[in-house]
């Protein structure tokens, strides 16, 4: 009987293999394995849905929450989603191959630098089989061979998205083990992939934080994530009040569960007796209940803030606010408690906005802006799989590029080292 | 009595605080803290000479041996270089806070990517004092605060160095917790800097494959490194005999014990007659034992080769030879066994040439030139930390621009998400 771990190690090895393979392909042949894999999904919808269904009534059997019931439905339109997604990463340009800063050196080498794909991926996520679709597309078009972990709750989903993704590498006539779906459901399963550096190039978990924490901790693999989005609005001295407080609406209450939400607003004390009653009003329509410090408490109705509240990442309709003597304090504040995801200033000063930028240490920093765009279609990389907290390799969203790196490439005419 | 642990937190702690005033810092204070270096390194000659002469005679009453004991020497002409060596970092563009790639996005944000520190890097290298400097001169100039944990036979000359080091930054305004060099011998030290992910972001170890190899294993923060450099040098069907002798017998004889040295000759067979006899002279008077496969044994006299020839960096006068059909089994061979270091391809066949670039996976592929020439120098990176054959983050050479990363900075006038 194969072991969990001798299983993995058998994906690993055929990817390793397969990203061989991927590597040398063109950009056409790429594109034709998406485009198929987008048709072949269009013409199985029944049987995706079917799949969905067997997954779907496991669940429920099992008692799953309404919510996690949802992220795991395949409807029409989320199809649709998929095939849209397939073509919108197949019009993408290719990253891979490119190269740039080629010169010529004083030896009369020239040296450039070439993209080049990462290798392996594995991906762990939780229960939205949209994501199978979406990590492996990214990875195909990046040249990167993949291994998909999925949910167990979205198996038999998993299983079938993965027929079509199989079709339509076999269309384009690139292996079938370019993407590879875990088919047990044991969760030794994670513990080995995470585990291959052999095999697996780097790690991008998806999902909740105590997932991707334990994910961190025991890989042996880099890993591209982030755990937290502590997002800050600052409303500076300076703040246009037309622009602070929409941006501060936004960044709260456009959606409440996405990383890029503002979890503390931050006021300067010359504002804060102006901004803060208006705010309080919009906010108490929107029902979202407020936590102050002292001075903010001073001027409207709120819940004390305790020091946990700075660090937490509500994921609800829940905001901290404090004032702040002004800039350096806020600066202060977030490169203490910020989880340097995305923080945002609002000000028409050009020092102080100047000054955000360059201190703030974070993967996305703003001016004038809801941190809502941290988003990788809103940052033109047209998709992203992932964000990243982390300082080496990619900051911020990952999209196609977070997915190569570089290799050095010199041209000679026979020269040698004297 | 403060443990070793609680004492390199300290010094991780005082690193990250000492990175934020150092990301702050312009180019002329970075650049003004180098040059006085480089003048208080000049001005205490003799007692840096001093120091290191303690620590000679303490390695010789240890019996260390000669080659050690001439890698920790600090002769007048290694002071030079070091000196030298401050001058050219000075000299540098800075790469921080640069932003490129800003662009208008439909919603009406601009968003750009800006060069930014890494934060704290931690340094782990054995006997060469001179790396103290070089070290923290990169460093320094990237805008990271660094720890330096140099080997125990260089305490002495390290501590030195450090004091001329801080009195450079002083000048400069700059704290000295910028630069920290370990003054702890204790082997646990290391052991804690590489399991500060809180204070330390990224590790560069330098030294034998043994030391890197274990720092790999036990890190719990990303490492910067190298294991091993297996090179190739590959003679293809359509070669230029003048460039091709020239580079295989440079890149094997011009240093034998460094990294980029090639270890292993592959030969396209339709040349092997030709090439193989001239060569196996030309290393014969250079003393290099050649090891051969059962085609090259037909050829030349060598030492049959074994498997574990292929994989073995000799850093020594010793080469592997093998006879392959051709391209594909050259490019085999080299993603099987390289170390994904550097690897270079003679030939004038410009369709080969671009597959061996394309299709060779490693830090540093090269088309008619010897493979001495993967250094940061000859690359015109200025100066190297290291030199990297991981995937992500950095590949192959690492300057200043590998000690950083790059944030997004997003511009924008008041937009919300709609």
Redesign the interface.
């Known amino acids: 009987m194969t072991t969990v771990q001798d299983y993995m190690t058998t994906l690993g090895r055929q990817a390793r293999q397969a990203s061989?393979a991927l590597?040398?392909a063109n950009t056409g042949m790429k594109n034709q394995a998406l485009l198929a894999m987008a048709q072949v999904i269009d013409d199985q919808r029944e049987t995706l849905k079917q799949a969905n269904q067997r997954d779907l009534a496991a669940g429920r059997a099992k008692g799953l929450e309404p919510a996690m019931l949802d992220r795991l439905e395949l409807t029409d339109a989320r199809i649709d989603t998929m095939i849209e997604g397939l073509h919108q990463v197949a019009g993408l340009a290719d990253p891979v191959?490119g190269i740039t800063d080629l010169?010529f050196?004083p030896?009369g080498?020239q040296?450039g630098k070439?993209r080049?794909p990462?290798?392996v991926i594995g991906i762990i996520y939780e229960s939205r089989p949209n994501v199978t679709v979406e990590a492996a597309s990214l990875c195909i078009k990046s040249g990167n061979a993949v291994i998909l972990r999925g949910g167990s709750e979205s198996i038999e989903s998993n299983q079938a998205l993965a027929a079509c993704i199989h079709a339509g590498l076999d269309q384009a006539q690139l292996p079938g083990t370019v993407v590879q779906v875990v088919e047990t459901t044991d969760r030794e399963a994670v513990g080995a992939l995470i585990t291959m550096p052999d095999y697996v190039?780097?790690i991008v978990p998806r999902g909740g934080k105590a997932l991707i924490e334990r994910i961190s901790q025991d890989a042996r693999v880099?890993v591209i994530k982030h755990l937290d989005g502590i997002c800050h609005v600052y409303i500076d001295d300076d703040a246009?009040v037309?622009?602070a407080i929409?941006?501060a609406?936004?960044?709260k209450t456009?959606r409440y569960g996405v990383c890029n939400a503002m979890e503390t607003l931050l006021v300067a004390q010359s504002r804060a007796a102006e901004m803060l009653p208006e705010l309080a009003r919009a906010f108490a329509d929107k029902g979202v209940e407020l936590r102050g410090c002292d001075r903010t408490a001073e001027l409207i109705d709120c819940v004390p803030a305790t020091e946990a509240d700075w660090t937490t990442e509500y994921l609800a309709p829940v905001l901290a606010i404090r004032v702040v003597a002004g800039l350096d304090e806020a600066i202060d504040h977030i490169?203490t408690y910020s989880s340097q995801h995305t923080d945002?200033i609002v000000t028409e000063n050009y020092t102080r906005g100047r000054r955000f930028?360059?201190?703030v240490?974070?993967?996305?920093?703003?001016?004038?802006?809801?941190t809502?765009?941290?988003d990788g279609f809103?940052?033109?990389l047209g998709a992203e799989i992932g964000i990243s907290t982390?300082?080496?390799?990619a900051?911020?969203?990952v999209g196609l590029i977070g997915l190569t790196?570089?290799?050095?490439?010199?041209?000679?005419?026979?020269?040698?080292?004297e």
């Open positions: 061989k590597a040398k191959g010169e050196r030896s080498i040296v070439m080049v990462l290798g190039d780097v880099p246009d037309a622009k929409p941006i609406i936004n960044a456009h490169n945002s930028l360059t201190e240490d974070s993967a996305s920093v703003m001016i004038n802006a809801s809502r765009f941290a809103e940052y033109g982390d300082k080496i390799h900051r911020g969203p790196s570089q290799k050095y490439v010199v041209l000679g005419d026979g020269q040698i080292r």
